[in-house]
């Protein structure tokens, strides 16, 4: 199986910062953030990570060529945005239509990447992907999900006023040819995952809470959040 990391986004909430710096390389704890992806990825065992680029790509670019693992790693440059659907649809004919693993390279994580493999490997047979779930204390910004008893999603709450719960998509997926077919078969050029794919999947998608640390880093506040919390986890692995 081959890992996508989503990491073109523009990082508009975190400028000033960003204004002269990717976000997938915005330092946590001094190391960027995509440092703590690889090293997640390549440590679980995958043998290739693909990682899309776009706004700054040759900062991106001069990152993973020092990167211990560069000859692991396929950088795709998307000159327009194409959504995270959208990159998924531009990678299939290239990479073929395994199962493939895509997670938002801006948050930051520690969950267990092997431990969610096996569960998807192992999921109800009628579902067509596995996504990561993490308890937010910022419900009202993430998607929301109601499960049934078999951790099986059955309603998806994007951004809301009033959220039933805390539960939230944690961005990480690892999705199979049903899902890949769709995403291939959706019109126009900009394809959402959260908007255009994942409602299509409600009650054939697997949620995999994680027990370790998940925190989107989509903006100052967040950036500040995971500079104080991420250390224990760290201390404690």
């Known amino acids: ?33 995509l440092g703590y992806w690889l090293d997640l990825l390549f440590d679980a065992g995958f043998e290739r990570v693909l990682i899309n680029t776009h706004w700054l790509p040759d900062a991106v670019n001069d990152f993973v060529n020092k990167h211990v693992n560069s000859d692991r790693i396929d950088l795709i440059h998307e ?9 998924i649809r531009s990678i299939i004919s290239q990479y073929g239509s395994d199962d493939l ?29 596995t996504m990561l779930s993490f308890r937010t ?54 394809v959402d995952l959260s ?9 054939r998608i697997l949620s995999v809470e994680t027990a370790g640390y998940h925190r989107d880093i989509g903006s100052l506040e967040s950036l500040a959040a995971a500079e104080s919390e991420f250390p224990r986890y760290l201390s404690s692995s």
Do not use: W
């Open 79 to 87: 000159d327009q945005l194409l959504g995270t659907g959208g990159t």
């Open 137 to 190: 204390d910022n419900p009202q910004s993430c998607g929301i999900l109601e499960l049934d008893s078999q951790n099986v999603v059955m309603a998806f709450h994007e951004k809301v006023n009033d959220p039933p719960g805390n539960l939230a998509n944690g961005a990480v997926y690892i999705i199979s040819l049903d899902v890949l077919t769709a995403i291939r078969q959706f019109p126009g050029l900009f």
């Open 101 to 129: 693993f895509v997670a938002h390279a801006d948050n930051l994580t520690n969950f267990d990447v092997k431990g969610f493999l096996n569960r998807h490997y192992s999921r109800p047979e009628h579902c067509a992907m």
């Open 1 to 33: 199986m081959k890992a996508l990391l989503l990491a073109a986004g523009l990082g508009t909430r975190l400028r000033p910062l960003t204004n002269d710096m990717p976000k997938c390389l915005v330092p946590i704890l001094g190391r960027p953030l």
């Open 195 to 203: 908007t255009d794919i994942i409602p299509k999947f409600v009650g």
